[in-house]
């Protein structure tokens, strides 16, 4: 019976490629499925015999912790350069995206309070 190893939503498509590329190198045979066409549906890789759970998870762990490791150590470096970017940049960047996050976020907060506030009144 097939089990579900490695979910794909979220994850950028350089980590969903190695760890692909663990799974076959490694011998754990696997089907991908997506997320279909409203983004309902599982998007994952799932192992074709789930006796060889515990051995597949124990390599994605590893390579997951490897790439934790390295993309820290680059994060850090870019950080010591002064090359990393920083909030502001981002916001810059992306100013409407930013704008309506901080708006999203303003709403959710009034709507959290407005009970309470209504108290006074």
């Known amino acids: ?15 969903a490629a ?14 991908e499925t ?11 890789l799932w192992l074709l015999d789930d006796s060889r759970k ?7 762990d590893a390579y997951q912790r490897e790439r934790s490791a390295r993309l820290a150590a680059e994060h850090e470096a870019l950080r010591r350069a002064g090359r990393a970017e920083s909030t502001l940049q981002r916001i810059a960047r992306r100013p409407l ?3 309506l996050y901080i708006a999203g976020a303003a709403g ?4 959290m309070l407005w009970p309470f506030l209504s108290l006074g009144l």
Request: aromatic share 12%; proline share 4%.
């Open 18 to 31: 190695d760890v692909r590329n663990l799974l076959e190198e490694h011998g754990f045979p696997y089907h």
């Open 97 to 99: 995206q930013s704008l």
């Open 54 to 60: 515990a051995a597949a998870r124990a390599v994605i």
């Open 108 to 111: 959710v907060l009034y709507l």
């Open 34 to 44: 997506t997320g279909g066409f409203l983004g309902f549906g599982v998007a994952g």
């Open 1 to 15: 019976m097939s089990v579900l190893i490695f979910r794909l939503n979220g994850v950028p498509d350089d980590e």
